[in-house]
Structure formats: structure tokens, C-alpha cells
């Protein structure tokens, strides 16, 4: 069974600052899923990482995929509040996700 | 035009009722695909559909029974309703490895 941990689980920053969730899988997978959740929202795609050292950038998030270490990190550059929300991978055809990490981004 | 739609958005029931959740995609995907999310927000797997097929049916009470009228549509069906079923149920579809789009969610509550 694929297992998907990300950690922190939980994590309050201050705007303008930088930090990293890291997402490990317990086995090999080509395909990596980030993902974001508001508050009683669905959820909204943010990146698709598919090869190893895949890196993709969309504003202040940055995503990359190392395969042989199994390990998936989600880059934040000088947080603003609108960031905070619960970012989840997902690994394989999305049957496993993470447990999801929250991020609150205070002023 | 909403890509994932599912209805109702919102659900309270007593135990022991039967329900159903209707889920459409108008993206031509040939995969669906039914979530659960806790009150811990953990998202799980339940089942998944590809052309009318099902693929995935991950060890849920078979009170849940998903049906695929065509591949538009994926509907979930649940009997005798417990206190444990309430949550967030999510539809999701996709073609390929790219772009899974999920529905706004239906948030089903059991009294």
C-alpha cells in the first residue's frame, strides 16, 4: 500500500517569510500531485510533477519532485495571507493523498 | 459551465435513511472518481470509474454503491445511513495523468 506523509502538519508563518512542506511516498511513483483547500472549498490543482527533478514555480510556490529520494517538497517565497489554506500531495492516480498540511499566514 | 458538478451540496439525514449523491463532469473524461474526507480533513479513495467500469473499490461498507449511468456520471448511492458516513464526500474526474478536477463536494451529515 502506498503511504504519502507530509509534514508539518500544521504550520503558522508570518508574512514574508519562506518555509517548506515536504511530502515523502513509500514507494516508487511517477506522478506527483500539489494541491490546495480553503475552507469549506473544493480542491484546486496546483501542480502536476512528473519526472524526477521536475521543478515548477507559480508565483510565490514552488514545487519539486526528487523520485529516488521519494520526496516531494512545496516551496513558499515571502508568505502573504492569501496563501493559508491545506495544501495536500498526492501520489499515483491520486488514490493516496497526504494527510494535508495547514497553513496559516499571519500579518 | 462548471466542470465537476455534484448535488446536493449539502445533506442532513437521520440514520438508518438511504441517500444519493449525484456527481456529472462535462470535461469528457474518461475516469471519475468518488473521496471522502473526515472531519480530520483525510482524503480517501473509494472508488473510481473508468468508462463505465469500475477500477478502484477501495475497502468501503458495500452500504456505498457507486453507479455510472455513462461516463458523464458517476452517482453514489448509500444505505442504512450511521453517524460515521457523516463528512465530505468530493467527486473528481480525469483523462489522463494530467488535470483531475474535483466537484465542489457534498457535505453529508447523519443525526
Known amino acids: 500500500e502506498l503511504k504519502v506523509e507530509q509534514n508539518p502538519l500544521f504550520l503558522s508563518m508570518q508574512e514574508g517569510k519562506n518555509y517548506t512542506i515536504y511530502c515523502n511516498y513509500s514507494?516508487?511513483?511517477?506522478?506527483l500531485y500539489w494541491y490546495r483547500q480553503d475552507p469549506g472549498k473544493s480542491l484546486e490543482s496546483l501542480f502536476v510533477?512528473?519526472?524526477?527533478?521536475a521543478v515548477k514555480q507559480e508565483g510565490r510556490l514552488m514545487a519539486s519532485l526528487d523520485t529516488k529520494a521519494r520526496l516531494s517538497t512545496l516551496h513558499i517565497t515571502a508568505a502573504v495571507h492569501d496563501l493559508s489554506a491545506t495544501y495536500f500531495c498526492?501520489?499515483?492516480?491520486?488514490?493516496?493523498f497526504g494527510a494535508g498540511t495547514r497553513l496559516t499566514v499571519k500579518p | 459551465d462548471t466542470a465537476v458538478s455534484q448535488t446536493p451540496k449539502y445533506l442532513v439525514t437521520q440514520m438508518g435513511n438511504d441517500k444519493s449523491i449525484k456527481c456529472e463532469q462535462n470535461l469528457g473524461h474518461d475516469t471519475m472518481y468518488w473521496y471522502k474526507q473526515d472531519s480530520k480533513k483525510f482524503l480517501k479513495i473509494m472508488f473510481s470509474y473508468n468508462n463505465k467500469e469500475l477500477i478502484i473499490n477501495e475497502t468501503v461498507p458495500n452500504r456505498f454503491s457507486p453507479k455510472s449511468p455513462d461516463k458523464a456520471h458517476l452517482n453514489l448511492h448509500i444505505n442504512s445511513l450511521e453517524l460515521g458516513d457523516s463528512a465530505v464526500y468530493f467527486c473528481a474526474s480525469s483523462q489522463t495523468t494530467y488535470g483531475y478536477t474535483f466537484g465542489s463536494g457534498t457535505r453529508l451529515t447523519v443525526v
Open positions: 510533477l512528473l519526472s524526477n527533478g
Open positions: 514507494t516508487t511513483s511517477d506522478r
Open positions: 498526492a501520489v499515483g492516480h491520486i488514490e493516496s
